[in-house]
């Protein structure tokens, strides 16, 4: 009988220490594939943050080239004649494009500097067209200058 007993008692640990074994096996599975599931959407974030980078990156210098070819453009139509209309247009467009483009290209920093408040967005936004001002004057008197003058 004691034999038995002993048979017995060991037969009952090993099968709760199976059943242990196994509950623990099945737990660290559950968190490896938690764990790998975190890693992939993680990766697939990091991947997609850089092909939007990518994608600003080169649509900014795309829009840079632009305004550089804008700008050449209203520097040499001094040969081409046009009505005032279209003169004060193509001095002031480039300019406002030109404003427009650095308010895309300084957004994220300025949402960062001001925590999001459209008062001081607003405020930062003035203080970038009063610094751009007076480089739109000079070069819209110099421009008009050489239009008119054709």
């Not at 001001?114 to 936004?125: I, Q, R, T």
């Amino acid at each position: 009988m004691y034999e038995i007993e002993i048979e017995m008692r060991d037969s009952l640990k090993t099968e709760d220490f199976l059943k242990a074994a196994t509950k623990e096996k099945s737990r660290l599975e559950f968190e490896k594939q938690q764990l790998l599931s975190q890693y992939q959407e993680k990766e697939a974030a990091r991947l997609e943050a850089e092909k939007i980078e990518a994608r600003n990156t080169l649509q900014y210098s795309g829009i840079g080239i632009g305004l550089f070819a804008l700008f050449g453009l209203v520097f040499f139509l001094g040969k081409v004649q046009l009505p005032k209309w279209a003169i004060k247009l193509s001095v002031f467009l480039p300019f406002l494009i030109f404003f427009e483009f650095l308010l895309v290209i300084t957004d994220s920093t300025v949402e960062a500097w001001n925590g999001g408040e459209p008062a001081l967005k607003l405020l930062l936004n003035v203080i970038m067209a009063a610094l751009i001002f007076p480089l739109h004057s000079f070069f819209e008197s110099f421009l008009k200058k050489r239009l008119f003058k054709a």
